[in-house]
């Protein structure tokens, strides 16, 4: 079985820049999907970044789309969320997660069709 395991979270201040990472162990194939979802206490879970297999293509929530980047380094297998000018908006449990093989476009922002999650970690932005 896939697991997934989430690192690199803390505390930054507004306009400050954090690196998440993901590593993933168990047999995986290189097709899969990997995307990062974030829930803040009393919200909904939101989409934020997803990458396909070989990293050809990437996709990005509204909230987030020029600030942060996701990338995968399969050699390791660990993925990225880099995330520039932090806002207390983006205050959140961020996880990874994974999709065994690919997602059509649509449905990459919905967590319902990942396979795997990892545990979280916490990210806070204070102003």
């Known amino acids: 079985q896939v697991q997934l395991a989430e690192s690199g979270g803390g505390l930054v201040q507004a306009g400050g820049s954090l690196r998440l990472s993901c590593v993933v162990s168990?047999?995986?194939?290189?097709?899969?999907?990997a995307g990062w979802f974030r829930q803040a206490p009393g919200k909904e879970r939101e989409f934020v970044a997803a990458?396909?297999?070989?990293?050809?293509?990437?996709y990005y929530g509204d909230s987030v789309k020029g600030r942060f980047t996701i990338s995968r380094d399969n050699a390791k297998n660990t993925g990225y969320l880099q995330m520039n000018s932090l806002k207390p908006d983006d205050t959140a449990v961020y996880y990874c997660?994974?999709?065994?093989?690919?997602?059509?476009?649509?449905?990459?922002?919905?967590?319902?069709?990942?396979?795997?999650w990892g545990q979280g970690t916490q990210v806070t932005v204070s102003s």
């Open positions: 997660a994974h999709h065994n093989r690919r997602l059509i476009v649509s449905s990459l922002h919905n967590g319902a069709y990942y396979d795997y």
């Open positions: 990458i396909r297999g070989n990293g050809g293509g990437t």
């Open positions: 168990g047999h995986t194939s290189r097709d899969y999907t």
